[in-house]
């Protein structure tokens, strides 16, 4: 399965895989490679049902990989 990355999270407070359109919401976002641990991170700050803002991040490693040079959702 490929897709883009706003078809894997939906803005609740928290990152959730399967979902879509985190970024309609989402401010602060970027991409970082944390070389301590050679992982791929994509952070935001999240608003929550409450209106809340919090920063969260996910680590893209767990679910998406590189096969041929193409992003695939695990």
């Given at each position: 399965m490929t897709g883009q990355l706003?078809?894997?999270?939906?803005l609740t407070g928290s990152f959730?895989?399967?979902?879509r359109d985190f970024s309609n919401s989402a401010s602060n976002i970027w991409l970082q490679f944390d070389e301590a641990t050679n992982?791929?991170?994509?952070?935001?700050t999240l608003t929550t049902s409450n209106g809340e803002e919090v920063a969260r991040d996910v680590n893209?490693?767990?679910?998406?990989?590189?096969?041929?040079?193409?992003?695939e959702l695990q």
């Open positions: 706003t078809d894997c999270w939906t959730s895989w399967g979902e992982l791929p991170i994509l952070r935001a893209l490693a767990e679910r998406i990989t590189n096969k041929n040079g193409c992003f």
